[in-house]
């Protein structure tokens, strides 16, 4: 089946003329408010009607080359591309990075020769961006040192699930200005929605991407505050969000972190200061003790497994968006590529 022939019921309510929708996901930047929007909304179409995207994306095909391990990101690929009637494959790249066998050009331009679509998860962002550069196939970031871009996604779409309308939601981070909290930010900036972090010093996240987001922010209304003490971060909010202390890649870092975090764990006593709604939340891996107790992370205010549900749901809008099914491939960039 190709894209002509697909065709799912409702599709027509999402806005999707050509050029909408940019080629590749290497940051959530590369998305305008209006495509953030639409991956929120068919997700949840898909996730209402997962038969009727049945063989969506019979006979495409999808590579994952991952240098670091994951559980969530290649299993929500793996059964998302099946689920839609196409064929995934997995390289395990955590021997020897990306472009150390060959250029990153010359197995990109093997990869566009074969399959539709290029998921990478990487150390360096600029091997996700660099595949996006040479292939002439829609790439999508499956996790960098920089950003996490299907994550956030996943995480916005399960807050507006529990909350509605995203522009009254208040999401607090606490703990590491990492991957999660840049594409968080981003999300959040494109969304109109409100977000405060709370990072020790010397851990605050990116300084760019911080002032992509309040730049984005004056456009769409969104607020980006920023703390170094967590209490003040969560007072009042509706959710509250950590991520480890240690990303992968900063093992040698472990024993330094974990004693400068301290101060950011998201336990019982900090979570008593959010508001009396507020739900906790984590990307997972959870290192419980660390970041998070044991008694905040597997309480019922934790929506921490809708958020790895949400992940299946958000990817395949994704997918279907980037390979077609009866929205079409777009190949210009947004704005904020
Ligand atoms: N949250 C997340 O990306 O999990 P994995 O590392 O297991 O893919
Ligand atoms: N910040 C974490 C996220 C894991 C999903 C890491 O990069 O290891």
């Known amino acids: 089946m190709n894209s002509q022939q697909f065709s799912a019921p409702h599709l027509g309510e999402i806005p999707s003329p050509k050029g909408f929708w940019s080629r590749d996901l290497v940051s959530v930047r590369d998305l305008a408010p209006p495509e953030v929007e639409a991956v929120l909304e068919l997700a949840g179409l898909m996730k209402a009607r997962p038969a009727d995207f049945r063989g969506a994306l019979a006979g495409k095909q999808l590579v994952m080359f991952f240098e670091k391990p994951s559980l969530r990101t290649r299993l929500t690929f793996e059964t998302g591309m099946a689920s839609l009637g196409g064929v995934s494959f997995f390289v395990d790249q955590t021997q020897s990075p990306l472009g150390a066998r060959e250029k990153l ?81 981003l999300a959040c900036a494109l969304l109109g929605s409100r977000i405060r972090l709370a990072t020790p010093v010397g851990y605050g996240p990116d300084p760019q991407i911080l002032a992509d987001a309040q730049e984005i922010g004056q456009e769409t209304g969104a607020t980006v505050e920023l703390f170094d003490d967590p209490s003040e971060a969560v007072r009042g909010v509706d959710a509250v969000y950590t991520d480890t202390w240690v990303s992968m890649g ?65 990817q395949k809008a994704i997918l279907l968006l980037l390979l077609g099914g009866g929205i079409g491939r777009f190949p210009v960039r947004s704005a904020h590529a």
């Open 105 to 185: 050009s010359d197995v990109a331009h093997n990869l566009e020769r074969w399959v539709d679509i290029i998921v990478l998860r990487t150390f360096g962002h600029a091997t996700v961006e660099h595949m996006a550069e040479h292939a002439n196939i829609p790439v999508v970031n499956a996790l960098s040192d920089l950003e996490h871009p299907c994550q956030a996604l996943a995480d916005y779409f399960t807050l507006q699930e529990k909350f509605g309308d995203l522009k009254n939601v208040q999401l607090a981070y606490v703990g590491d200005g990492n991957n999660v909290a840049h594409s968080l930010l």
């Open 250 to 314: 900063q093992e040698k870092e472990s024993e330094q972190r974990i004693k400068i975090f301290a101060p950011y764990q998201v336990n019982e006593e900090l979570m008593s200061q959010a508001a009396a709604h507020a739900v906790f939340m984590h990307c997972l891996p959870a290192y419980r003790g660390k970041e998070v107790t044991g008694g905040v992370i597997d309480s019922s205010r934790s929506v921490v497994f809708d958020q790895a549900e949400s992940r299946l749901h958000v």
